[in-house]
């Protein structure tokens, strides 16, 4: 099994070598793939020394699988000239996840809808898959009609130039911004642009996103995107509705019994997710699990995970070892 891991030197692509190694995914052979100034670099995977290359030579290399993480511009153009190539694309860009010919995978969601003939695969943004792997065994057991989410989300989701910023200003050093606004010691709700409707693009990829891998347009989604000096992972404080009653000790039960899932959840011992717990864990955190005492059919919780990880690099190769196990590459 060849694999290319298309930004192999980006934030997520790092993440996504050290998830290979730690989950021992079956390859034979690894293609580190990168923009022009990266060709000839080395990168060490398993104590093995592999030179990057060029998306070109990648391709002409024929792996089996390619796990894209080089921005949308990028997907958009050279996700297609890989399949064409027989190649199957992960590609965690948003580039392809709305397009309705294309599958938005949370392996414990929808893995099964996959087949052979999907070349091009979409792995949700990092706050959706954390959401929608919640979401999913309450929607099939309660229904949900509607869920408010705010997002409390790390920086490294906006890339290296974000970590940098807050190094920076954390030695009171004047550095270039990757924000419009100093983030230490502070909260910025403005995670990418903002659209037509005042909602951000991040708080609609919440929305489309999440109706989309539910497959229920029904479900109402309303979000809030909050950037917060934080690296550890994203945190989300979610209040859902339901078309039906639920008892909270089910609710937990069915929880904690949800692949992917760990429920970490005992306030009398301060016991609930946190970024600087779920960093570096592959699973999403679920805590803080109550009754919404102002609705009879509401439930509020709050989720965290470590959004390089089940966020994009782990789902992603969650998906690769499905499409391995069910022969479907
Ligand atoms: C963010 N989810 O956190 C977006 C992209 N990684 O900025």
């Not at 298309?6 to 923009?35: C, D, H, Q």
């Not at 995977?45 to 990028?74: C, E, M």
């Not at 592959?282 to 509020?300: E, I, M, P, T």
């Amino acid at each position: 099994m060849k694999i290319a891991v298309v930004g192999a030197t980006g934030m997520v692509g790092k993440v996504m070598l050290k998830v290979l190694a730690e989950r021992n995914f079956p390859l034979t052979e690894l293609i580190p793939v990168a923009s022009e100034k990266s060709v000839g670099k080395e990168i060490d995977f398993k104590g093995k020394k592999y030179k990057v290359v060029n998306l070109q030579t990648a391709v002409d290399l024929q792996p089996d699988i390619a796990l894209f993480s080089a921005g949308g511009d990028t997907s958009k153009e050279w996700a297609p000239k890989f399949a064409e190539a027989g190649i199957t694309v992960i590609d965690n860009s948003s580039a392809w996840r709305m397009d309705p010919t294309k599958k938005l995978v949370v392996p414990e969601i929808n893995a099964s809808s996959l087949s052979q003939e999907d070349k091009i695969i979409a792995n949700p943004n990092c706050s959706t898959i954390q959401l929608v792997l919640t979401l999913k065994p309450l929607h099939d057991k309660y229904k949900i009609k509607r869920v408010i989410v705010s997002t409390y989300q790390s920086i490294t989701g906006t890339g290296v130039k974000a970590v940098q910023q807050l190094e920076n200003e954390y030695k009171g050093e004047q550095g270039e911004m990757a924000y419009p606004y100093p983030i230490h010691r502070n909260a910025i709700p403005h995670c990418d642009v903002f659209l037509e409707n005042d909602y951000t693009k991040e708080e609609m990829k919440l929305t489309h996103e999440t109706k989309k891998i539910l497959n229920d347009n029904s479900v109402l989604v309303s979000a809030t995107a909050v950037r917060i000096p934080v690296v550890g992972g994203h945190s989300e404080s979610v209040n859902i509705e339901f078309e039906n009653d639920f008892e909270i000790t089910d609710v937990k039960k069915l929880l904690s019994e949800t692949p992917g899932i760990t429920l970490q959840d005992n306030p009398s011992v301060n016991t609930y997710p946190m970024p600087i717990y779920a960093e570096g864990k592959n699973d999403v955190f679920v805590g803080r699990v109550r009754k919404d005492h102002s609705h009879a059919k509401a439930l509020q919780l709050w989720i965290v995970a470590d959004n390089l990880r089940k966020g994009a690099a782990t789902n992603a190769i969650q998906i690769a070892e499905y499409l391995v196990e069910n022969k479907l590459r």
